[in-house]
Every structure is written in C-alpha cells, then in structure tokens.
T-cell receptor
Framework: RKEVEQDPGPFNVPEGATVAFNCTYS??????FFWYRQDCRKEPKLLMS???SGNEDGRFTAQLNRASQYISLLIRDSKLSDSATYLC????????????FGAGTRLFVKA | EAGVAQSPRYKIIEKRQSVAFWCNPI?????LYWYQQILGQGPKLLIQ????????DSQLPKDRFSAERLKGVDSTLKIQPAKLEDSAVYLC?????????????FGPGTRLTVL
C-alpha cells in the first residue's frame, strides 16, 4: 500500500462545476497536511494547508479526518485556470518528519 | 523576494556519465530538500538538509547519488554514474524553519534526460 494515495483521475469538468479530490495516508503519526498545485512542466506550489478543523480559501475547501486518515479538497465554481495537477502532501513521522507526495490528480476544466 | 534558483534547467547525458545539479535556496531558509519527479508521478524526497546537516536521506540511492550543502546555503546533487531510469525532473525546495508545518517553496527544477 502506498503511503499517500490519491484519486487516479483525470477529472474532466465543465466551468462552474464543483469537484472533490480525496487522499488517504497510511501513517497515523502524520503531523501536517497540504494540497499543492502543479501546472504542466512547472514546479509545485502550495495551494493550502489542511487543518483538523477544516479550512476554506475562497472557492477551495480542505478537510482532514484523522480517524479515517483521509484528506479532501473541494473546488467550487471551477474556472478554466483551475486546470492543473493537485498533489496531496503529508509530513509523516514523530519528532522529525519525512515529506510524502501523492501521485497527483489531474483536473481539466472545459468551457 | 527571490525564489529558489536551480541550474541547469535542462541536461542531456548518456548513461554511465556523471551530472551535477545546483540549488540556491531562498535567503535565510534553514531547510533544503531535493526531490526526484518522474513523469506522471509525484515528487519523491531524496534528501533533506537542516542547515548543513542531513536530516533524512533514506530514499537517496547512495551507490550513485550524493548531495552536499556546504556552509548551510547552496547545495549540489550529483549522480555518478547515471542510469536510464534517472531521467526525471530534479526539484529543489526550501523552507524557513525545520517544522513539519512549514511551507516548502520549490525551484523550477532541472529536467534530466539520460540516453
């Protein structure tokens, strides 16, 4: 089993749609969680951190369920510019940590 | 504020040759990471430095890969000798501190092709 697993995708959605991505992680000692966005042939950039209480940034909502070891990202009112790969990132370990990226979920938003 | 700088941006070599990549992190950032990203996969952590000490190198293939961060600033990653399966983008990232909640900022990467 992979340490961080994401929906395989790709997701093809029309503009204005709501889309949700899921991510599961294997290590219950994981410390912190993030969603990064990666455009084609570009470097990953932080989209948002994921907090236990859930957090929202404009059209983006992230949630964490530690009991189920599950993270989600919800994008509302999708824009063409949201087309990208979304990477789930988990910092695992106690004391020190190791950063583990999921394989990413590709999103295509079409007009 | 200047971002993470990497060079070269592209490199093509033949198998069994050697190659080196350079990274200059954001000024003042204590932690530096090297990742390997193979096409279609997420980045895989190769090595993590805090200042000039190695924090984690458990996924670094030490028979052929080496990395150093002299003086706790710039870093180099070397592959010697290269194999076909080393073809990937090598990403350098840095974070201000060494905490698990710190944001990692990535450089543009070096795209390596091994023929």
């Amino acid at each position: 089993r992979k340490e961080v697993e994401q929906d395989p995708g790709p997701f093809n959605v029309p503009e204005g749609a709501t889309v949700a991505f899921n991510c599961t992680y294997s290590n219950s000692a994981s410390q912190s969680f993030f969603w990064y966005r990666q455009d084609c042939r570009k470097e990953p950039k932080l989209l948002m951190s994921v907090y236990s209480s859930g957090n929202e940034d404009g059209r983006f909502t992230a949630q964490l369920n530690r009991a189920s070891q599950y993270i989600s990202l919800l994008i509302r009112d999708s824009k063409l510019s949201d087309s990208a790969t979304y990477l789930c990132v988990v910092n695992m370990g106690t004391g020190g940590f190791k950063t583990i990226f999921g394989a990413g979920t590709r999103l295509f938003v079409k007009a | 504020e200047a971002g993470v700088a990497q060079s070269p941006r592209y490199k093509i070599i033949e198998k069994r040759q050697s190659v080196a990549f350079w990274c200059n992190p954001i000024s003042g950032h204590a932690t530096l990471y090297w990742y390997q990203q193979i096409l279609g996969q997420g980045p895989k952590l190769l090595i993590q430095f805090q200042n000039n000490g190695v924090v984690d190198d458990s996924q670094l293939p030490k028979d052929r890969f080496s990395a150093e961060r002299l003086k706790g600033v710039d870093s180099t990653l070397k592959i010697q000798p290269a194999k076909l399966e080393d073809s990937a983008v090598y990403l350098c990232a840095s974070s201000l501190l060494a905490g698990a909640s710190d944001t990692q900022y990535f450089g543009p990467g070096t795209r390596l092709t091994v023929l």
